[in-house]
């Protein structure tokens, strides 16, 4: 059985600014990100989940 590699940012959209503007955010706001039910499909999405994210300093 070969193993299977998945793209743990393939759920943030097809948007290639969305995905960008992704890239530059901190690490331990992206997993908050990533662990959202359903993900943002949007950058307009994603951007709200920013502003809602619990920062860890």
């Given at each position: 059985?070969?193993l299977t590699y ?8 097809p948007d290639p ?41």
């Amino acid at each position: 059985m070969g193993l299977t590699y998945t793209d743990m940012y393939a759920n943030i959209g097809p948007d290639p600014k969305a995905a960008a503007y992704f890239n530059d955010l901190p690490e331990v706001i992206q997993a908050q990100i990533l662990a959202k039910d359903p993900p943002p499909s949007s950058l307009d999405a994603l951007k709200k989940l920013v502003k809602e994210a619990d920062y860890i300093f």
